[in-house]
């Protein structure tokens, strides 16, 4: 097997590269597994050290690191910039902060918590961020003592293979983070390895299942960030101006591909009409192009099957009645390019409100009041991220209260930041990254207690 750059702005491959073998795989699980070692006893002074080094090589190096996110997967070089700034910021974050989040829990002068790591985490990533996804799992981890395993989308190969090398330039332990270049139906027995002690994966819900299945047959610990289908809710006390071109960039961000992209736009009846006026006028006045053009703001769909999926969402929306406001078509010409997309009069007989939309289209659905609101927000199998928009204390209280999510924006679109939890409930998945609580996910809370009638003199302490 092989792993190709498939660029997606032209369709054509630009690099391949041959799957690891059996006997690589092996070697580089037992380099993880010796790189253990060197990470777990290496104090946070040393490990915050070698962050600090990666962040200042993904600084020196982000026109050529944006470089590879837009040709492997097409998001615009502006974002795919953006990207690489936000990994660097972060994991100075973990660098800065981890020490203190790991300090040992004291609960009285005989009794506490101890957090230690638990050794190589394989970690299953997407091809949609390419590298702020890894580095989500790899600064909290690496800074716990763990190291990473690292199996990447099969299109995003380079991208898999930089990681690898960026944290080997940092100076990292041999076998601290390694990559596998391996197909998604070979990762069941990587999983199994008693060399990996836990798993975690952003992906689909179908991916999410299958890997949570295979860890529990082996009872290790699994982290699953799935899909979303989040809500973006305006009341009729929110600025329209504002929302409406917030709302914008919440669906298009990274050409519509992303889990906590706003996807379900639930406004008030009584804005219903002006809002939805400014909202259709931003997604169709944005230019489609040529991501690495600076004018272009939406670039192409990841593959041509992705774009199929969207065409056929849109299509059967529109064959069961939805209003197609603007857009609703393939861009023709080479490449994967797909019109920004607003639906009208949509019902749940559609895909579009039923699955995840993974690309420039948004539905637009009005409520009469806040319980109709929640209702419609809620209304989904996911429940990652939402945002909503209003002036009003009683109606925020009640939209933060009611809508079932991981997160909820006020007045702002969601995004991931490092001190803030990140994940979801019922089908976006379980456990958490970024933040303490991500940091813990892969340690071993190490509970102690002295007896209070013992006295142990400390290391060092003269003996009498």
């Known amino acids: 097997m092989t792993f190709a750059t498939t660029n997606p702005a032209t369709g054509e491959v630009e690099k391949t590269f041959d799957a690891h073998t059996p006997d690589e795989i092996d070697a580089k699980l037992a380099r993880a597994l010796s790189g253990f070692d060197a990470m777990r006893t290496m104090g946070f002074t040393g490990r915050a050290r070698l962050m600090r080094s990666a962040a200042d090589l993904l600084d020196g190096e982000t026109p050529d690191v944006a470089r590879i996110l837009t040709t492997e997967m097409g998001k615009t070089f502006a974002a795919a910039k953006g990207e690489v700034a936000k990994c660097a910021l972060s994991l100075r974050w973990f660098a800065d902060n981890v020490e203190r989040l790991l300090a ?28 702020w996804q890894v580095m989500r799992f790899a600064g909290p981890g690496l800074m716990a003592g763990n190291v990473g395993v690292l199996k990447h989308a099969a299109n995003v190969p380079q991208s898999a293979l930089y990681i690898e090398e960026l944290f080997r330039r940092a100076g990292y332990p041999e076998g601290a983070f390694t990559t596998l270049l391996v ?11 008693d060399r990996i002690v836990a798993v975690t994966l952003t992906g689909s819900e179908r991916a999410g299942a299958a890997v949570a299945a295979t ?11 799935l899909g979303g289908s989040d809500p973006f809710v305006v009341t009729r006390t929110a600025d329209l101006e504002r929302s409406a071109a917030v709302a914008v960039t ?44 600076p004018a272009t703001d939406v670039g192409p769909l990841v593959t041509e099957a992705q774009r199929a999926e969207i065409a056929g969402q849109v299509d059967d929306a529109r064959d069961k009645g939805a209003t197609v406001a603007c857009g609703g078509s ?26 995840e939309v993974f690309g420039p289209v948004a539905t637009v659905e009005r409520y009469a009041d806040l319980d109709e609101a929640v209702r419609i927000a809620n209304r989904t199998i996911y429940g990652l991220g939402s945002s909503i928009w209003t002036h009003d204390a009683t109606e925020r209280d009640r ?17 991931s930041s490092p001190e803030l939890p990140f994940g979801g409930i019922k089908r976006s998945g379980y456990g958490r990254e970024l933040s303490e609580m991500g940091v813990k996910e892969f340690c071993n809370a190490k509970s102690v207690r002295e007896d209070p009638g013992t006295s142990i003199p400390s290391p060092g302490a003269a003996a009498e």
């Open 104 to 131: 040992d829990q004291r609960f009285d002068d005989h009794s506490y918590v101890r957090f230690e790591p638990l050794g190589p985490v394989l970690a299953i990533m997407p091809w949609n961020f390419p590298l």
């Open 183 to 193: 197909s998604s139906s070979d990762v069941a027995p990587v999983i199994e390895d």
């Open 215 to 225: 860890a529990g047959r082996v009872l290790k610990k699994c982290v699953l960030e």
């Open 250 to 293: 919440a669906r298009v961000q990274n050409n519509g591909q992303s889990c906590i992209a706003a996807k379900r736009f639930i406004v008030d009846a009584e804005v219903y009409d002006e809002w939805v006026e400014r909202f259709v006028s931003g997604m169709a006045g944005l230019r489609v192009g040529d991501p690495m053009e």
């Open 330 to 355: 393939m861009v023709a010409g080479p490449g994967w390019y797909y019109q920004p997309t607003v639906l009208l009069d949509v019902t749940t007989e559609m895909r579009v409100l039923t699955e």
């Open 399 to 415: 939209l933060v209260a009611g809508i079932q999510a991981g997160q909820v924006f006020v007045n702002s679109m969601v995004a």
